[in-house]
């Protein structure tokens, strides 16, 4: 078995101190120190591509700038990279969703995949005009995919379900290939959905137990649906030369929090409707109630896995901690129970992209798990490298 890599881009702004913000959180709270400028993303973009990443995550939100609009920028930033970009069902209708993906795919073909984003903060949702509840963004995400899937095939598409209404619904080109679907979602309303529709699900970094739980289920109810479907996982990444230097930059993220900040992050991401940000929550809530959470090492829930981006970011709050070999190794433990693809990410995400595709790339090459091609494309500079590295 071999994997997928892919990156992160951080559209709100970037630092060398984990950025705050996401899910719950107030609209704006997110940022960094560092402008997330078409220059800057451009650098990460390019870096990925010459270490052989099939592409880049874009975050959606009223706390970042806009996916599909960043992708088709940095589109021409690149020769080989997909973006993987948000699908937003009920905020945008499913056929002028379908046109947008299909001339992205028809002006860089392949280089387009799709993360169903149904929405888990109803307070985001209300702002961009969305009043459903949780589970009713769900049903209409299944009558939308429904619509999007029959007019990427080609046909002349007329419903009238409960949420979803179009009236010959075609699109002008047909993209080729057709863009993946990613989904995550960690409800019960959202598992059939998921099962339905996805090509890869997602989940974010839990432990292998708790992960090989989620594969079981969604593989179970694709099972019922007579498809398969392939699993992705979303992670930070702390690699260094030795797993002391490693954890010595978890010790220097933690230390420069304080207990309101963190408060003041945990009382936004706790209003959180999303499933997946609730089990976030609990990987640290030990180390939260006891004040251990100032050693980073009390954030460590399993074998280098690390819960302290979640003190004060939404969404993904796990991050892979350790010597290059060690990120290796739990890396080959998630691809053994089953996960195809891996979206990392780091503080600052340039700098942290080369740690990891010089340090641990080549482990994973040598392992046979990893066969994605590095390109020609010229990388970006190394800013940190210094000649005691």
Partial sequence: MTIQLHWFLPTYGDSRLIVGGGHGTPIGAAHGDRDASIDYL??????????????????????CEDAFITAALLARETTSLAFLVAFRPGLVSPTLSAQM????????PGRILLNVVVGGEAHEQRAFGDHLDKDGRYHRCDEFLEVVRRLWAGEKVTVNGEHISVEDATIPTLPN??????FGGSSAAAGPVA??????????????????????????????????VRFGIRLHTISRDTA??????????????????????????????????????????????DGSWHDARSLEIAPNLWAGVGLVRGGAGTA????????????????DIGIDEFIFSGY??????????????????????????????????????SGSR
Avoid: C
């Fill in 244 to 289: 002391d230097e490693a954890w010595a930059q978890a010790d220097k993220l933690v230390a420069a929090l304080d207990d309101e900040t963190v408060a003041n992050a945990q009382k936004g991401l706790h209003r959180s409707q999303s499933e997946g940000q609730k089990r976030m929550l609990a990987l640290h809530e030990q180390a939260r109630s």
């Fill in 320 to 335: 892979l901690v350790g010597s290059h070999a060690d990120v290796a190794e739990r890396i080959a433990e998630y691809a």
């Fill in 348 to 385: 600052p995400h340039l700098e942290e992209l080369y740690w990891f595709g010089e340090g641990v790339v080549p482990i994973l090459r040598e392992r046979g798990l990893y066969k994605g091609a590095a390109t020609t494309a010229t990388p970006a500079s190394i800013p940190f490298v």
């Fill in 42 to 63: 451009g650098s990460i973009v390019r870096a990925a591509e010459s270490f052989g990443f099939t592409g880049a995550l874009i975050p959606t939100g009223a706390w």
């Fill in 101 to 108: 993906a299909a001339t992205f795919a028809r002006h860089a």
């Fill in 195 to 228: 099962a339905r529709h996805a090509d890869v699900y997602l989940t974010w970094g839990e432990p292998p137990a708790a992960v090989r739980e989620k594969i079981d289920w969604i593989r179970g109810l694709a099972a019922e649906q007579g498809r398969e």
């Fill in 177 to 182: 290939p057709v863009p993946p679907l990613y």
